[in-house]
């Protein structure tokens, strides 16, 4: 394979899958980790990918926001085990807010029967979803409604959440990175996610391993103010030491 042929594959896949590391891509092309670093570098020249610890995401990435039916149905299994790991945080009773997401929507598809759990949302597919389980008292955030992510925005869903308190707040992220901390593409979410953590006595991020080091636009807070942040097993474990280290505990689901 020609160097140019190797790179639009990798190109490809970053694009496809959100974030490329170097051990894998040297194994799966029996090239040297040396040369796909050269590769990456070259990317990075040509505007195509972006640098980060052991990988590179595609540019794309910094203010492209896949719609909720494209986001479903990537890295499902990864989702389904962060969710698992994710119910551990649940309280036995009390109120907990979920973010608009489809890895905060894993979680609400598995919330334990019986457990009477008072539930904030701003997300719209996770309240319908939730509607019919009696043993839930489901509130939903008002607001302007993002078509994009089916979210709740702006100043009617910060005013409710200024009102409010609960145990845990498990949110969701476009990107997070010790460098930069937590980012989502849209300003308006961002303010949103910052109003839930200041309304949780704890928070809990919910990230696959390719949120990691993939900062977006809008910042909405430090790894400092959240308590736990649940990734998958591909995450890798320098890179989770490195966020436990900035604050919060780690798991590896």
Request: no cysteine; proline share 4%; net charge negative.
């Amino acid at each position: 394979m020609f160097a140019s042929e190797r790179q639009q594959a990798i190109v490809d896949r970053a694009r496809a899958e959100g974030r490329v590391d170097v051990i894998t891509l040297a194994g799966d092309f029996d090239v040297t980790p040396e040369t796909i670093r050269r590769d990456l570098t070259a990317l990075e020249r040509r505007r195509l990918l972006r640098r980060t610890h052991g990988g590179a995401v595609p540019v794309e990435r910094l203010d492209v926001e896949p719609r909720v039916a494209e986001r479903e149905v990537l890295r499902v299994a990864e989702k389904e085990r962060i969710a698992r790991a994710a119910v551990a945080e649940l309280p036995d009773e009390g109120a907990v807010l979920l973010d608009a997401g489809t890895t905060t929507g894993a979680l609400a598809r598995i919330l334990p029967e019986g457990r009477e759990l008072t539930v904030v949302t701003n997300g719209l597919s996770i309240a319908v979803l939730l509607a019919d389980r009696p043993e839930l008292t489901v509130h939903v955030l008002s607001g302007r409604l993002r078509g994009r992510t089916l979210a709740t925005v702006d100043q009617w869903a910060e005013r409710a959440l200024g009102e409010i308190f609960v145990d845990v707040a498990f949110l969701g992220v476009n990107g997070l990175s010790v460098e930069r901390g937590l980012t989502t593409p849209d300003r308006s979410e961002a303010t949103v996610k910052r109003s839930m953590i200041a309304s949780a006595r704890r928070a809990v991020v919910l990230a696959d391993h390719t949120k990691f080091q993939a900062d977006t636009f809008a910042r909405f807070g430090d790894l400092a103010d959240v308590d736990v942040v649940i990734s998958d097993s591909a995450l890798d474990p320098g890179l989770a030491a490195a966020v436990e280290g900035a604050g919060p505990r780690v798991v590896r689901a």
